[in-house]
Structure formats: structure tokens, C-alpha cells
């Protein structure tokens, strides 16, 4: 019962989800995955494309996102992102769009270092989906 | 006075504007709940992103090299305002009273001389500002298409915006919309949102973050978002604002109408019984006079 901590998913249109049993999260943060367990220290990070995890005792959760940022507070972690979709809702189709969109993107010549890493981690991501 | 065939014919024509406009009104009513519902749950989103920056900025060590947009180019040269409106028309002061709120504030910008730079959102704010401020307008924006305010619409703005601030093409951004308050009520805001204006900051959270990477690379990644976002916020509060504003304008429309029909209605049967008073009188004195 102690070792749960509360999660928060807000996108622009709405609050995504809300959760507050939950024992981990694992989030792609921009340095590398990150496991958040109840009373961690204070944080600000951002996100880059990959997966969420979320363990929680009525069931584990996986989302795909594009970017976002985290924060977490007093057992608060709020996600802030503007693209996520969960996998479970997820079909082949809609995986196949995103990496199609990624892989134009990463293709692209005129964009700079960083979208270029951006685009070629998201395409990577989706890739290990199918 | 009007024959009785030309009242017959106005009653009728005012009838169906009623119509219409009560019509339209349910449509607004309608869209509002969605709108009203949709700013609504907007809000967390922008709150938190607010509140992140706040701590952020609180906590960055290095003021003078914090980043442009947060700290703005140390002059205030250029202007750049975005005036967002609808693209559509019978909604009462909606669209009029953003332009007026802007029309004060560019008034106030060039008398200064300043140089002003206009994006307008919506082709309605478009149609107003450029007949003065032809020359100032730079882009103009519209989500005809779109049936909701969306995020991916509000990024383009703010993606634009950014483009340009980073051109050097200003160093001031100012938005104009309309706040939602209620059905009856909306207010014209001016928000700046470069620099970031953080003036009415509570920084009640001295709470010690940690940061990865550093405040200076997750700030600069995050102003580009939270412009988008405050754009966003302004869409939302905007698209609600319209479909209160259109809902009592048409409220209006409808009860006027309904006075007008009570009137020619009462003028009618006035003229229609002068008319058979006459007639009678006519018989009756044709007969008298036999």
C-alpha cells in the first residue's frame, strides 16, 4: 500500500489519464530510460519518443510517446505531452503511419542535429513495436 | 400605411429570420458546451506547464544567459502581435472587441515608434485590421477547416511565431483574445508571451529539483512548447468566447424579432379592421341614403 505514488498524463485537449495506485514508471527520459519509484527526489526531465511503462496494481500500462516532459513532486509525476497513444489501443495501421511520418521526417536533409535524432529514435521505437 | 398585403409579407419575412436565428442559437448552445467543455479540460495542461517553467526559471543560476525567449533580446524594438478571431461572422462584439482592444494597443505601440508586425488568426480579424493596418500584417492564419480548436493548429502558429523570433524579425510577442468568463461576458486579453511575462508569479514552491539535462537545456526546449501551448490556451478560451457570444447575440436576434412580429402582428389586424369599419360605414350610409 505504501509503495504506491500517484501518476498524472495531461495532453493539451485533456487530462490523459490519472492513476494513483500505481508502484513504478518507467519513463524514456532524454538521457536515457528512468524508473520512478514512490519518494523519489524531486525532478524535472524531458522526454524523448519512446515507451511508458506503468505498473500498477490493476494492471500495467504502455504508451508510446513523441516528447513531453516529467515532473515529479511529493509522490506527484505529472507527464506533460502533446503525442501519446496506448499501445493497447494501438493496430498495426496507426503503428505503420507513425513510421512512415518518422521515417519521412528522418530522411528529410534540411533539418538540424537535434530533430534529426529526434526523428531517427522514433523510428527506432516503432520499429521494435512490429 | 402599408397595405395589409405588405404586413401580411413583412410578419412572414421576420418569422423566418426568427427562425433562423433561433436556430443558430441552439447550434451555438451546442458547440458551447463542447467548447466550454474542451477549454476546460485544456486548462491542467497549461497549468502545469506554467507551473514547471515557474520553477524552472526560479531555480536557473545563469540570468544573462538564460534563454532569448524567456529573457527577451534586451530591446523592444519590434512588435509582433497575434490577434486571434473567428472566421466566422453574427456573433455579436466578439470579433469587434478583440480588434478594438489590439487597435488601442498597436495606437499605443506606434506612437512610441515602435515597428508593429501583425499576424492575424481567423479571416474575420483579418477582414477589419486591413483595412488601416493593410501594410502590418504579415500572415494571416485560418482553421476554416478544422472543426475544433486543436493542438496541431495551435503548434503551426507557435512554431511560426518561434521561426520568426529566432529570424530577429521581432522582440516582443503579444497575443489577443478573447477570455471565456461566461455565456454573457467575454474579455479581451492582451497576453505577452515573449519574454515571458512573469510578473504575476507566486513563487510559493522553493522546492529543490533535480534536473536532467541541465535547467538551461530543458528551458530551452520547453519555451518553444509552452508558446505553442499559451497559443493553444488562447484557442480554446477563444472558440468557447465565440459560441457564448454568438448564443446571447442570437438570443437577442430572436427575442427582437419576436417584438417586431408582435408589433406589425397588432398593426395588421389594426388596419384590417379599419378596413372593415370603412366598409361598413360605407353600406350603412348607402343604405341611409335611400
Known amino acids: 500500500m505504501s509503495e504506491e505514488f500517484k501518476v498524472e498524463i495531461v495532453n493539451p485537449e485533456k487530462s490523459f489519464l490519472a492513476k494513483d495506485d500505481v508502484s513504478e514508471v518507467v519513463v524514456p527520459a532524454f538521457e536515457g530510460e528512468m524508473g520512478i519509484l514512490k519518494d523519489h527526489i524531486s525532478i524535472i526531465s524531458f522526454l524523448k519518443p519512446g515507451i511508458i511503462k506503468i505498473l500498477s496494481k490493476s494492471g500495467d500500462e504502455s504508451y508510446y510517446v513523441e516528447d513531453g516532459i516529467v515532473e515529479f513532486k511529493n509522490n506527484n509525476l505529472s507527464i506533460l505531452t502533446s503525442t501519446i497513444f496506448n499501445l493497447a489501443d494501438m493496430d498495426k495501421s496507426k503503428q505503420q503511419d507513425l513510421l512512415k511520418q518518422a521515417e519521412e521526417e528522418a530522411n528529410k536533409t534540411d533539418i538540424n542535429d537535434q530533430s534529426k535524432y529526434l526523428a531517427d529514435q522514433k523510428v527506432g521505437v516503432l520499429k521494435t513495436l512490429n | 400605411m402599408a397595405s395589409l398585403d405588405d404586413l401580411k409579407k413583412r410578419i412572414a419575412s421576420v418569422k423566418s429570420t426568427q427562425k433562423i436565428t433561433k436556430a443558430m442559437k441552439m447550434v451555438a448552445a451546442a458547440k458551447l458546451r463542447r467548447a466550454q467543455e474542451s477549454a476546460e479540460k485544456g486548462r491542467p495542461y497549461s497549468e502545469k506547464m506554467n507551473n514547471v517553467i515557474l520553477n524552472l526559471s526560479n531555480g536557473i543560476s545563469d540570468k544573462e544567459n538564460a534563454p532569448k525567449l524567456l529573457s527577451g533580446t534586451g530591446q523592444e524594438k519590434t512588435h509582433l502581435c497575434v490577434v486571434m478571431t473567428s472566421d466566422r461572422g453574427l456573433c455579436g462584439g466578439f ?196
Open chain 2, 95 to 290: 470579433n469587434s472587441n478583440i480588434i478594438k482592444k489590439a487597435k488601442g494597443y498597436f495606437a499605443k505601440i506606434l506612437d512610441e515608434g515602435k515597428e508593429l508586425k501583425i499576424i492575424t488568426v481567423g479571416s474575420k480579424g483579418n477582414d477589419q485590421l486591413k483595412r488601416v493596418y493593410g501594410d502590418k500584417i504579415i500572415e494571416n492564419i485560418s482553421f476554416k477547416e478544422s472543426k475544433n480548436a486543436n493542438y496541431f493548429d495551435a503548434d503551426k502558429v507557435g512554431k511560426m511565431v518561434i521561426e520568426k523570433f529566432e529570424a530577429g524579425e521581432f522582440d516582443v510577442c503579444t497575443i489577443f483574445y478573447n477570455q471565456f468568463k461566461n455565456v454573457i461576458t467575454q474579455i479581451p486579453q492582451a497576453q505577452q508571451i515573449i519574454p515571458l511575462n512573469n510578473e504575476d508569479e507566486e513563487s510559493g514552491s522553493e522546492e529543490n529539483y533535480e534536473f536532467e539535462p541541465d535547467e538551461d537545456e530543458i528551458l530551452s526546449n520547453l519555451l518553444p512548447k509552452n508558446i505553442s501551448t499559451q497559443i493553444f490556451k488562447a484557442m480554446l478560451e477563444n472558440s468557447a468566447s465565440e459560441q457564448g457570444s454568438r448564443m446571447s447575440a442570437m438570443d437577442n436576434a430572436t427575442r427582437n424579432a419576436g417584438e417586431m412580429v408582435d408589433k406589425l402582428t397588432i398593426e395588421y389586424n389594426r388596419s384590417r379592421q379599419a378596413a372593415i369599419t370603412k366598409e361598413l360605414i360605407e353600406i350603412i350610409s348607402g343604405a341611409e341614403s335611400l
